[in-house]
């Protein structure tokens, strides 16, 4: 509106006004032009970085939820926890898997003199309540993630008590570290147990031994 004003003031030629009104028109719709045109651009620019954000952010979440390596390992096999102190081996676990998730089952226990080797499982809740604690899944409900097996739980036969678990593969396949633990699992008891061949329960001479392991957690 300025420039237009001064193209028509006081004592101006009214033909060069026009001319000149006419100049700077089309000046703002150059510039108009040029404006658009930068938006433009910057507004492709931006739809692209969106769409460079979405592909690096699917791209994230896909390596935080990666299918499982066909060449890792599997805790899927026999297992030996043994006594920390001494090294000796208390009781063995068969650990198997059915529908994505995984279980242990106590298939031997070492006994010791003057343990009942008729032991059950009298504080246990629901079905398994009474039953002999040889054969029972001690461990239940893993979910695998990788070399980690989550969102299970641990029983500790002597009371009954049902504890959280964890249990992390070693990538050579051959240790097995089980985490029992109430609440965070930064508060609870660790051991590694040890495989063992999977034909080891049909070499070993004489019935399963019984007795009561020191594996599981206590409160």
Do not use: H
Not at 71 to 78: I, N, T
Not at 92 to 119: A, H, L, S
Request: charged letters at 20%; proline letters at 5%; a neutral charge.
């Amino acid at each position: 509106m300025d420039r237009l004003a001064a193209g028509t003031g006081a004592g101006g030629d009214p033909g060069r006004a026009t001319a000149s009104n006419q100049n700077l028109a089309e000046a703002d719709l150059a510039a108009l032009s040029m404006t658009g045109v930068a938006m433009g651009a910057l507004y492709r620019k931006l739809f692209a970085s969106s769409i460079l954000s979405g592909v690096v952010l699917g791209a994230a979440m896909m390596v935080g939820n990666q299918p499982l390596n066909a060449a890792d390992p599997s805790a899927v096999g026999l297992w030996e926890q043994v006594d920390e102190s001494s090294g000796k081996a208390e009781s063995w676990f068969k650990i198997t898997e059915r529908n994505g998730t995984y279980q242990g089952n106590i298939v031997k226990i070492f006994f010791k003199p003057g343990e009942d080797e008729n032991w059950v499982c009298d504080k246990c809740e629901g079905d398994e309540r009474g039953k002999p604690v040889l054969g029972l899944a001690l461990i239940k409900g893993m979910q695998r993630n990788g070399l980690s097996y989550e969102n299970g739980t641990i029983m500790d036969p002597r009371d009954g008590s049902v504890y959280k678990a964890l249990m992390r593969l070693a990538p050579d396949g051959q240790r097995l570290e089980v985490r029992g633990y109430l609440g965070f699992s930064l508060f609870g008891r660790s051991q590694t147990w040890n495989r063992l061949p999977d034909n080891s329960l049909a070499t070993t001479p004489g019935p399963a031994a019984k007795g009561a392991p020191k594996g599981a957690p206590k409160k």
